[in-house]
């Protein structure tokens, strides 16, 4: 269940890629991109910093879609995997499953995961999902 909290640090989330196009999201079945850049957050994610909510620092992400899942990893250099989501690619946004914080097991969320793009580059992912009541949110932008 989602506390008005989470609800509500989705909406800003959702802002932040307001100006991007999140069509054409799908990779080919097999795929996997790597990214340098970093997790970003703006001003209007500050009030959702309160221990209810955790956010991924990181300076480049791993995106695997075999067909059946797509994993986001998002990770920090001389950290390895800070936050790791798995989706179902068939859906837009995508649906998450599950969610690994650092060396913890993976564990059951629900969220989304999207993929916008600019001008067909991809300009931001955003992964947000909620798990045993927490939820972990990761707004990765590439480094142009």
């Given at each position: 269940?989602?506390?008005?909290?989470?609800?509500?640090?989705?909406l800003a989330m959702a802002t932040l890629s307001a100006a991007a196009s999140s069509a054409g999201q799908a990779q080919p079945t097999g795929s996997t991109i790597r990214l340098q850049g970093k997790c970003e957050y703006g001003e209007r994610i500050t009030p959702y910093a309160d221990g209810s909510n955790g956010f991924a620092w990181c300076?480049?992400?791993?995106?695997?879609?075999?067909g059946q899942h797509a994993t986001f990893d998002f990770l920090r250099e001389s950290w390895g995997s800070m936050v790791r989501y798995e989706a179902d690619p068939s859906s837009d946004p995508m649906v998450v499953m599950r969610v690994q914080v650092r060396n913890r097991p993976a564990e059951p969320a629900q969220g989304t995961c999207t993929i916008y793009r600019l001008e067909g580059r991809i300009s931001t992912v955003t992964c947000i999902a909620t798990a045993r009541q927490l939820a972990w949110a990761a707004n990765f932008v590439p480094r142009r």
């Open positions: 269940m989602r506390t008005a909290s989470t609800v509500r640090l989705i300076d480049s992400i791993v995106i695997v879609q075999d």
